[in-house]
């Protein structure tokens, strides 16, 4: 059993779904694709709250399988208009799978630019982005890092603006035990 959770940036409420069996091992890509579809995303503008963002992990994701870490991320394309989905490697899968999540969407948009700690223990827990503002990736997870440990898996999103689209990168701590961070700027 692994765990789905809705994160609802306005409000900061969080609703969980609980995945099994088939639901498991048609998480990733297969989910993405799926939810954008049914709820028919196309027709929403790409840069609005309405547009959620997907990350979901394999249903190998946290073993040693290899390949079978990856995360999925989905949404309508601000640069395309289309239904898209990444996908990246790196430990933010392998993260996902240690905490038996299958995935995340986040909902709405945050009136200030936030930090989502999906701590080991279960909980979410938020903090202020705004030290982290204007720095470039690599100086980001530093920072992050200083803040929350080395054993943190780190999803960074650069804002829209800066490449013309949506963009991710999965930094690459490799110890067994630790959390997973996610800095979401909207």
């Known amino acids: 059993m692994r765990r789905y959770l809705h994160i609802h940036l306005n409000d900061r409420t969080i609703r969980e779904e609980q995945f099994d069996g088939e639901q498991i091992a048609r998480a990733g890509r297969y989910l993405i694709a799926k939810t954008l579809v049914e709820r028919e995303i196309y027709k929403v503008d790409p840069l609005s709250p309405e547009n959620p963002l997907i990350f979901s992990a394999g249903p190998f994701s946290g073993s040693n399988f290899s390949n079978a870490n990856r995360t ?3 949404c309508r394309s601000p640069l395309t208009g289309g239904v898209k989905e990444a996908n990246g490697g790196g430990s933010f899968g392998v993260a996902l799978g240690h905490q038996g999540i299958a995935g995340f969407t986040l909902h709405g948009a945050a009136s200030e630019w936030v930090v989502i700690h999906l701590r080991k223990d279960g ?4 903090a202020d982005a705004t030290p982290y503002l204007g720095k470039g990736n690599f100086e980001a997870a530093r920072l992050l890092h200083e803040r929350y440990g080395d054993k943190v898996s780190l999803a960074l999103q650069l804002p829209p603006d800066l490449l013309g689209a949506v963009d991710f990168l999965v930094l690459h701590p ?13």
């Open 72 to 74: 999925s991320v989905g």
């Open 123 to 126: 909980t979410i827990q938020y």
């Open 174 to 186: 490799y110890p067994p035990d630790f959390h997973t961070q996610v800095l979401v700027p909207l």
